[in-house]
């Protein structure tokens, strides 16, 4: 990312502004991410992230939820690093203290991948399907360490495919992607995820393309991994139920905003925003008829183009006012460790 304004032509990579003074990292989060704005410049601009703020504690997983389009890649791609010459991205983004936005390429590149790593969604479409599993698993080792030699960048290797129990690590070493199960594929991705010992993994729709006993294994992989290697997780989803299940916090984003937030039992607890409850009553109860619908939210999430001036989830909440349409909700600490931006929250006397 440039650590100018001079624009993606000028530079050749995102057009970043930051707005953060120096400081250190005693004492504080691992992450922490401040004002957030993504806006996508085009036939039309498009605002992906809305001033989005929030922070990870060290060791501690934190689940960012939404539908599609809430901005949670975005952001999580913005902390990479990752986002195209399109992308304006303006706020402050610091870790262990040190500000991501504006820091030069060769920097950036060494806390990607190192410090800082990802896994995505569908594990075929990131493995390269010409080369060996051990291939790709060493190739991550010599990239953030060219001093490893071969044999102990292949002795490192199978130490990682064994930590993610990949059967018969020394046999899939030298099997091609295609060769694995979906749910191995994603052990292998995860291995080399955790190559460089990252302090913070951030595990993108990570399960969403497997079954749901699959889905559960790696889910329990990454959390035993986690409290192993004391990492910090930042796990995107739309499903509420892995959250509930593996987060120990919860973050909810609607429209490029976060708009609730709070530890995992307390927000399933004592739901305040109106999108999260509506969220919630979606999810299909095994106590439900057979022949009961479906519920879903109503209506669609707002077009992000169009500047939006009040709630953004005005337009779809049954307890939308004047003000909700009018007058933008601030994303604020309402109780002890619970956030929310929202007017007329459930349970809580409506604010005037």
């Known amino acids: 990312m440039s650590a ?12 970043v502004v930051s707005q953060a003074e120096e400081g250190g ?52 791609r913005a902390i990479m690093g990752l986002l195209p010459e399109s992308a304006r991205v303006v ?40 080369m060996r599993i051990g291939a790709q698993i060493t190739e991550a080792i010599h990239t953030h360490d060219r001093s490893v030699s071969d044999a102990a960048a292949f002795d490192h290797a199978i130490e990682l495919m064994e930590l993610v129990r990949l059967p ?27 190559s ?21 294994q790696i889910m329990e992989l990454l959390r035993d991994l986690q409290r192993r290697l004391g990492m910090a997780v930042i796990m995107i989803s739309h499903d509420l139920g892995l959250a ?15 708009v609730e937030r709070a530890p995992t039992r307390k927000l399933f607890s004592q739901v305040r925003m109106q999108y999260t409850r509506a969220l919630l009553g979606a999810i299909p109860r095994l106590e439900n008829p057979p022949h009961l619908p479906l519920a879903a ?15 953004p989830f005005a337009p779809r909440c049954p307890a939308a006012s004047q003000k909700c349409v009018e007058v933008r909700p601030p994303f604020a ?15 809580v006397e409506p604010r005037s």
């Open 25 to 76: 990292a005693a004492g504080g989060p691992l992450l922490e991410v401040t004002d957030l704005r993504v806006d996508f410049h085009g036939a039309r601009t498009v605002r992906a992230v809305d001033g989005l703020s929030y922070t990870v504690p060290r060791a501690r997983t934190v689940a960012l939820i939404g539908e599609s389009g809430s901005g949670k890649t975005v952001s999580s």
């Open 168 to 194: 018969a690590a020394r046999e899939r070493f030298r099997q091609y992607p295609h060769q694995l199960s979906g749910g191995m594929r994603q052990r292998v991705m995860i291995a080399m995820a955790l």
């Open 244 to 258: 509930a299940s593996f987060a120990d916090d919860v973050l909810v984003m609607y429209a490029g905003r976060a």
């Open 333 to 347: 600490e309402q109780e002890p460790e619970h956030l929310w931006a929202c007017w007329h929250p459930a349970g």
């Open 196 to 216: 460089a010992r990252p302090k913070l993994l951030i595990a993108d729709e990570a399960t969403t393309a497997l079954d749901v006993t699959t889905q559960a």
């Open 91 to 130: 706020g402050s983004i610091r870790f262990e203290g040190e500000e991501l936005i504006g820091l030069p390429e060769p920097k950036m590149r060494s806390i990607r991948g190192g410090s800082i790593a990802m896994i995505f969604q569908d594990p075929a479409r990131s493995l390269n399907p010409t």
């Open 297 to 311: 939210v109503p209506g669609q999430p707002p077009d992000l183009s169009v500047q939006q001036l009040g709630c």
């Open 4 to 15: 100018n304004d001079a624009g993606p032509a000028a530079t050749g990579e995102p057009a």
